[in-house]
C-alpha cells in the first residue's frame, strides 16, 4: 500500500467513525426531545414557559438536523473519494481486461475443440447404429427357398 492509501483508509475509517457518532448524537437529540416532552407549549401555559419551550425545541431540532447533516456530507465524502479512479488503476484494469480476454480465448477454443469431437462421435455412433441395423435386417429376413 502507498502513503495515499493508508491516508484515505486512515481519513475514511475516522470519516465514517465520526458519521456513527454524529448519528447516533441526532437520534439521542430527538429521543431526548420526545422523552422530556419537549413539544410544542399549549396555550394556557405561564409566558416564561412557553418561551423556554419553544426555546428547547428549537435548540434540539437544530442540534440533530446539524448532526444528520454533517453524517450526510461525511458519508458522500467517504463515497466520492474512494470510488475516484487513482492513477495507476488504469494500466492495471487494461492488463487485466487483456488477461480475462486471453482466458475466454482459450476456453471459447476449448469449446469448438469439445463441440468437433463430439459432432464426430454423433457421426460415428450414426454410421455404427445404421450399419448394425442393416446386419440385422439383412439376418431378419428369411432364406429364398430354392424351387
Same mark, same amino acid.
Given at each position: 500500500?502507498?502513503?495515499?492509501?493508508?491516508?484515505?483508509?486512515?481519513?475514511?475509517?475516522?470519516?465514517?467513525?465520526?458519521?456513527?457518532?454524529?448519528?447516533?448524537?441526532?437520534?439521542?437529540?430527538?429521543?431526548?426531545?420526545?422523552?422530556?416532552?419537549?413539544?410544542?407549549?399549549?396555550?394556557?401555559?405561564?409566558?416564561? =414557559?412557553? &418561551?423556554?419551550?419553544?426555546? #428547547?425545541?428549537? @435548540?434540539? %431540532?437544530? +442540534?440533530? *438536523?446539524?448532526?444528520?447533516?454533517? /453524517?450526510?456530507?461525511?458519508?458522500?465524502?467517504?463515497?466520492?473519494?474512494?470510488?475516484?479512479?487513482?492513477?495507476?488503476?488504469?494500466?492495471?484494469?487494461?492488463?487485466?481486461?487483456?488477461?480475462?480476454?486471453?482466458?475466454?480465448?482459450?476456453?471459447?477454443?476449448? =469449446?469448438? &475443440?469439445?463441440?468437433?469431437? #463430439?459432432?464426430? @462421435?454423433? %457421426?460415428? +455412433?450414426? *454410421?455404427?447404429?445404421?450399419?448394425? /441395423?442393416?446386419?440385422?435386417?439383412?439376418?431378419?429376413?428369411?432364406?429364398?427357398?430354392?424351387?
Amino acid at each position: 500500500m502507498t502513503q495515499a492509501n493508508i491516508s484515505m483508509n486512515l481519513f475514511a475509517h475516522y470519516a465514517l467513525t465520526a458519521s456513527v457518532v454524529a448519528s447516533a448524537l441526532g437520534g439521542i437529540v430527538l429521543t431526548l426531545l420526545l422523552f422530556l416532552d419537549a413539544t410544542a407549549p399549549s396555550d394556557d401555559e405561564a409566558p416564561d =414557559v412557553v &418561551r423556554r419551550r419553544r426555546f #428547547v425545541l428549537r @435548540l434540539g %431540532h437544530t +442540534v440533530a *438536523a446539524a448532526c444528520f447533516a454533517a /453524517t450526510a456530507v461525511l458519508a458522500t465524502v467517504v463515497m466520492s473519494r474512494q470510488s475516484s479512479p487513482r492513477p495507476g488503476d488504469a494500466g492495471r484494469l487494461d492488463q487485466e481486461i487483456r488477461a480475462l480476454d486471453t482466458r475466454v480465448s482459450a476456453v471459447e477454443t476449448l =469449446v469448438q &475443440r469439445i463441440a468437433a469431437s #463430439v459432432e464426430t @462421435l454423433v %457421426h460415428r +455412433v450414426e *454410421a455404427d447404429h445404421a450399419v448394425s /441395423t442393416s446386419v440385422r435386417s439383412s439376418a431378419d429376413k428369411p432364406a429364398a427357398s430354392p424351387r
